[in-house]
């Protein structure tokens, strides 16, 4: 892989850290953004220097954050070979998405540690850097909301299981969904969610009525895993978790952006009272996507989302970057639509180096064409797509 390593990139429409778009530089060093200055100052000694990538013309955003995906290109995390994953790292800088957390689900517990395990391992040694941690969906969520997730591996909250998934991350499991109705589920919460460098967790795939999830929220969890599926709709005597996370201003919520989990017109009612700030768009693409029909597994594909063979909607086959497109034709401003992309899922997953353009953050960045497709991806200021 033949990586061209940037020292500044110049644009004239540069998603900023307060969301406005401004002309600039962005000057990188050791693969983070060492300074950001508006204005074309500068701009003469920079344009056709070595190590100056122009992208006026282009909107420059944030890479993209997937904090909730399974896979894709028919592979899934759960599992995968090191060259299936560096198939992945690979391809998605080409839809703009810079980081991943590749999501696994539940599995006979020696075999979800070890699927950790590997994408660990995997992680540490990557070349590419656009994984940058490991969700857990499950195995203590509720099984009369399970969703697509394999009811036989889901389990009752066990210290000992936890502790085995956390060891096998290696500090890399950043997200993990939990019922909190489940017995013992608030120990594990108090144990393994508390402080820096923990597990966050996040509810979801679980029976929560409101009060259950108001609980929840003063506990400490923070996010809702894909909010309105797997969970107790809105009813106007019980708001259920959904209503609880709309009326809780310190929970973020993940949107499925695929236009079939959510109804557009959900989405808006979503993002129109919690704030772009609050609503992170994951694709919960699973390995079907971007597979042209070939190689899928079991199951089927309809328009943008994956069915198990029973119907019941089992993930999207769409990425972020197809989200985007999603979010403006559903009448989002292009700077709403990119915090739900960039900002606020890193906020959401505790990623703390990324998601925004300024000082100090990982250099990684799309420079998008007038019809929001990704031209030019860095990440940790190395080019790994260009399009133009
Ligand atoms: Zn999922």
Not at 5 to 26: E, L
Not at 88 to 111: C, D, N, Q, Y
Not at 167 to 172: D, F, I, P, V, Y
Request: proline share 5%; hydrophobic share 45%; with cysteine.
């Amino acid at each position: 892989m033949a990586k061209v390593k940037v020292g500044a990139v110049v644009g004239d429409r540069i998603f900023t850290a307060d969301r406005a778009f401004r002309p600039g530089t962005v000057w990188v060093e050791g693969g983070l953004i060492s300074k950001v200055a508006y204005g074309e100052e500068g701009w003469a000694g920079l344009l056709g220097a070595e190590g100056t990538l122009d992208v006026r013309g282009y909107t420059l955003s944030p890479g993209f954050v997937d904090i909730h995906t399974h896979g894709c290109l028919g592979f899934q995390y759960d599992g995968a070979d090191e060259r299936s994953l560096a198939e992945i790292e690979s391809f998605m800088p080409g839809k703009g998405v810079t980081t991943l957390l590749p999501t696994v689900v539940p599995a006979p517990p020696g075999k979800m540690a070890s699927a950790i395990a590997g994408l660990a391992k995997y992680i540490r040694g990557s070349a590419y850097g656009v994984m940058k941690g490991i969700n857990v969906e499950g195995p203590f969520v509720n099984p009369d909301y399970k969703g697509a997730l394999p009811k036989e591996h889901l389990l009752s909250p066990s210290r000992e299981v936890m502790k085995d998934i956390v060891a096998s991350g290696g500090g890399l499991v950043r997200l993990m969904t939990v019922a909190p109705e489940l017995p013992g589920a608030y120990g594990l919460i108090e144990e393994f969610g508390r402080g820096e460098g923990k597990v966050r967790f996040s509810i979801g795939h679980t029976s929560c009525a409101y009060d259950g999830a108001m609980g929840a929220f003063a506990s400490g969890i923070a996010h809702s895993t894909h909010l309105f599926n797997a969970m107790r709709g809105i009813h106007h005597r019980e708001p259920g978790l959904a209503g609880a996370v709309l009326d809780c201003g310190e929970c973020t919520a993940e949107i499925i952006g695929d236009g079939v989990h959510i109804h557009p017109a959900i989405v808006r009612l979503t993002v129109g009272r919690k704030g772009a700030e609050m609503v992170a768009m994951v694709s919960d693409s699973v390995s079907h996507a971007f597979t042209e029909g070939k190689g899928a597994p079991d199951g089927m594909v309809i328009g943008e989302a994956a069915y198990l063979p029973s119907g019941v909607l089992a993930g999207s086959v769409v990425s972020l970057g197809e989200i985007l497109k999603n979010l403006i034709g559903w009448g989002f401003a292009a700077e709403d639509a990119l915090t739900m992309l960039s900002a606020t899922p890193a906020k959401a997953a505790g990623l703390v180096g990324v998601g925004s353009i300024c000082e100090g953050m990982a250099a990684d960045m799309v420079a998008l064409d007038a019809g929001m497709r990704a031209a030019v991806t860095m990440v940790g200021g190395a080019v790994l797509h260009d399009a133009r």
